[in-house]
């Protein structure tokens, strides 16, 4: 793990939430950041914002659950100061790509989002999309899949996704929550147990 990241773990932590659940969601996130990098084109910054989002996404349900993707962004807005080697700016990146994990998508309905500049939005965008799959993959948060592969082509995306156990149950939570990318991303995904 990158020095930058141990803060977020740390925070993790301290909120203690389903520490493996979201430990796994950030493994999840950070195969497919790295294997659909030809289709985002983004860099290691912004995977860090994402494996931070993805540590803190679920830190919501120590306040409540049926909000907690909306009381994550705010705890971590809260907690900016102990996130130490990330600015304030991105803080609040990771604050929106943790709140956008799930229900709504990104909207300038919402002030957090609207207040972002055109290309940080799409920047939220990019990553809640991956975020949401990778939550959506570690279904029943029992930390089953092993691998995943990503094909990119002209017509789709498709996603393999090796697992110890119910491979049918994580594909389904992947494929749930995968509305967000295809339409960040314009290309429907596929998935295929391997």
């Given at each position: 793990?990158?020095?930058?990241?141990?803060?977020?773990?740390?925070?993790?932590?301290?909120?203690?939430?389903?520490?493996?659940?979201?430990?796994?969601?950030?493994?999840?996130?950070?195969?497919?950041?790295?294997?659909?990098?030809?289709?985002?084109?983004?860099?290691?910054?912004?995977?860090?914002?994402?494996?931070?989002?993805?540590?803190?996404?679920?830190?919501?349900?120590?306040?409540?659950?049926?909000?907690?993707?909306?009381?994550?962004?705010?705890?971590?807005?809260?907690?900016?100061?102990?996130?130490?080697?990330?600015?304030?700016?991105?803080?609040?990146?990771?604050?929106?790509?943790?709140?956008?994990?799930?229900?709504?998508?990104?909207?300038?309905?919402?002030?957090?989002?609207?207040s972002l500049t055109p290309a940080k939005q799409r920047l939220v965008q990019q990553l809640s999309a991956l975020?949401?799959?990778?939550?959506?993959?570690?279904?029943?948060?029992?930390?089953?899949?092993?691998?995943l592969t990503c094909t990119v082509t002209d017509r789709q995306v498709l996603i393999g996704v090796k697992a110890?156990?119910?491979?049918?149950?994580?594909?389904?939570?992947?494929?749930?929550?995968?509305?967000?990318?295809?339409?960040?991303?314009?290309?429907?995904?596929?998935?295929?147990?391997?």
């Amino acid at each position: 793990m990158r020095a930058r990241l141990t803060p977020a773990e740390a925070l993790l932590d301290a909120f203690d939430w389903d520490v493996e659940h979201c430990r796994q969601v950030r493994d999840l996130a950070a195969m497919l950041f790295d294997q659909l990098q030809p289709l985002h084109r983004l860099g290691k910054a912004e995977r860090d914002l994402l494996e931070a989002a993805a540590l803190l996404h679920d830190m919501g349900w120590t306040v409540a659950g049926p909000k907690h993707h909306k009381h994550s962004g705010r705890l971590i807005r809260e907690n900016e100061a102990k996130l130490i080697g990330f600015t304030p700016a991105e803080v609040e990146l990771i604050a929106n790509v943790a709140r956008y994990h799930r229900k709504s998508p990104p909207s300038t309905r919402h002030d957090a989002f609207a207040s972002l500049t055109p290309a940080k939005q799409r920047l939220v965008q990019q990553l809640s999309a991956l975020l949401r799959i990778a939550d959506g993959l570690d279904r029943p948060h029992r930390q089953h899949i092993t691998q995943l592969t990503c094909t990119v082509t002209d017509r789709q995306v498709l996603i393999g996704v090796k697992a110890s156990a119910e491979p049918a149950a994580h594909i389904a939570g992947g494929a749930r929550k995968s509305d967000l990318f295809e339409a960040v991303y314009g290309l429907p995904v596929a998935f295929s147990i391997l």
